[in-house]
């Protein structure tokens, strides 16, 4: 199986994001995202390729320094979990200790090591079996955050 970056980073937010973005493909287009979309021209992007759980992940790593993973963000940290997954993923992929999340508009650096790889296998491990089965069942913790509300059958609020 094979599932991008951005994939297993929405599933780990939200098992039901990720149904709607992914599967259902359903889209959804923010004047943030647009900032983001001008943001990421500037990025010296790297391909990554991740090998977990028997899944091939895919993604663009926004910047490499010597010693990290430069993920450009023009949103709120409130999606922090999401992000720090999406940086992991590309850290491992190109065996980096660190991960600097820049929330560029707001002046905020959030800098850590990567989430283990044993989390990133589970989750993995979850992502393959939901797929599967096609059961996606919400995160309701993450609902009151969530850009897709209106067209999630679960919305909390």
Known sequence: ???SVSAVSDYDFCPHLFFLKHIKKVRRYTQKMRQGFEAHKGAD???TRLEVAGAQINGRADFVKEDRIVELKISNPVFWRSHTM???LYAHSLSKKIIDIEYRNLGLNLI???VEMSRIQETVERLKEDTA???FQ????SCYFCGYK???QYQQY
């Open 1 to 3: 199986m094979k599932f």
């Open 45 to 47: 992007e790297v391909w």
């Open 86 to 88: 999406q940086a992991s």
């Open 112 to 114: 850590g090591r990567p």
């Open 133 to 135: 089965k096609m059961g």
């Open 138 to 141: 919400p995160n309701k913790r």
């Open 150 to 152: 209106q067209f999630c």
